[in-house]
């Protein structure tokens, strides 16, 4: 209730300033995108979209086309792309429209920032919108991207964690690269103990072909003693695990 009531205020102060302000306006820019942001929290990706590129075109307007502000723009609307192409008619048409915003946006701030965490999470999300699409090269090449950005930003922090999770998940796809597969889902799920807490996880990192059975054993209690985000590392070893079984 309070999210549609906020929309609705939105909705009259958009009517209001629409009237009294230029299409590029920097309070009509930053109402866009708030009113953009609810829609899209109450599912509303049609209206959320509109908005989102309205504001686009007043940040083009405002800051250039090749600036900070426009990749920003179009990561959050690449977002809501991918929002809207689950479950839906036209996945196939919303994923290629993502993944168009976000090389778009990559190019942009490959551009601006060099190797940097901002490009290292837009090649983090083209990646997964080209999983989801099932365009694995793609995105594999993304990943591995995202990967090797910040590891040399970091070794080991959150988005660490996540790029090699991602990657590891795609390489338990490849038949040749299941060792690399088991070190990445090993190494997300040791550096997520590090930051919350749990039993080690740095022995999945050593694991090889051998004794499949007993390692499979040995990853059950895994799932329910593991903090939830090192869990979901921990669970798709097991995963593996099993499947190599059968």
Not at 31 to 53: D, H
Not at 128 to 144: D, I, L, M, Q, T
Not at 167 to 189: F, N, S, T, V, W
């Amino acid at each position: 209730e309070d999210l549609e009531r906020a929309r609705e205020h939105l909705i009259a102060a958009l009517q209001y300033k629409k009237r009294i302000l230029d299409a590029g306006a920097p309070d009509l820019f930053s109402t866009l995108n708030v009113y953009a942001g609810a829609c899209s929290r109450s599912g509303r990706n049609k209206e959320a979209l509109e908005a989102m590129n309205l504001a686009m075109g007043a940040a083009e307007e405002l800051f250039g086309l090749k600036s900070p502000a426009v990749a920003t723009q179009l990561f959050h609307t690449s977002l809501i792309y991918l929002r809207s192409a689950k479950g839906g008619k036209e996945t196939k048409e919303l994923l290629d429209q993502a993944a168009a915003q976000l090389q778009q946006c990559l190019n942009i701030r490959s551009e601006i920032h060099g190797e940097s965490e901002e490009v290292a999470a837009a090649a983090q999300l083209l990646g997964s919108v080209s999983f989801a699409s099932g365009k694995y090269k793609e995105a594999r090449k993304n990943f591995e991207k995202a990967l090797l950005i910040r590891t040399s930003l970091a070794r080991e922090n959150p988005a660490v964690a996540c790029s090699a999770h991602a990657l590891g998940c795609l390489y338990a796809r490849m038949p040749r690269r299941q060792e690399d597969a088991i070190a990445l889902l090993g190494k997300a799920a040791g550096i997520r103990k590090d930051m919350l807490g749990g039993p080690t996880c740095h022995k999945l990192q050593q694991f090889g072909r051998k004794n499949w059975e007993n390692e499979t054993q040995s990853m059950l209690p895994l799932c329910t003693s593991l903090g939830r985000f090192t869990c979901i590392s921990a669970w798709h070893l097991k995963q593996f695990f099993i499947c190599k079984l059968h």
